[in-house]
């Protein structure tokens, strides 16, 4: 049974940053695509960020520049660095890992990140 446990969240002011860490067992890690998801209240489940196999990033328009994703296959660990945390960042924050085309699709139990003054 593969395992994703993710940590970093919690309360921070605008402007604040936060890393995010999500650590994998019981996998291949290397293999799989990492990605970072959020949900807000009363909001749909959206992409944030997500890195390949071959350390190739993306990020949705609203967080380019201030979040950054990484990975550290030998630790089977991903991260996801926000700094300058807007209220609007305020999610419930969830690592996923997938194999495209396949069934291969793995969520973590969530953190919660709350910026607010």
């Known amino acids: 049974q593969v395992q994703l446990v993710e940590s970093g969240g919690g309360s921070v002011q605008p402007g604040g940053s936060l890393r995010l860490s999500c650590a994998a067992a019981?996998?291949?890690?290397?293999?799989?695509?990492m990605e970072w998801h959020r949900q807000a209240p009363g909001k749909q489940r959206e992409l944030v960020a997500r890195?390949?196999?071959?350390?190739?990033?993306d990020y949705v328009d609203s967080v380019k520049g201030r979040f950054t994703i990484s990975r550290d296959n030998a630790k089977k660990t991903a991260y996801l660095q926000m700094n300058s945390l807007k209220p609007e960042d305020t999610a419930v924050y969830y690592c996923?890992?997938?194999?495209?085309?396949?069934?291969?699709?793995?969520w973590g139990q969530g953190t919660q990140v709350t910026v607010s003054s």
């Open positions: 019981r996998v291949t890690f290397s293999v799989y695509i």
């Open positions: 890195i390949t196999t071959s350390g190739i990033t």
């Open positions: 996923n890992l997938n194999i495209r085309g396949t069934a291969a699709n793995y």
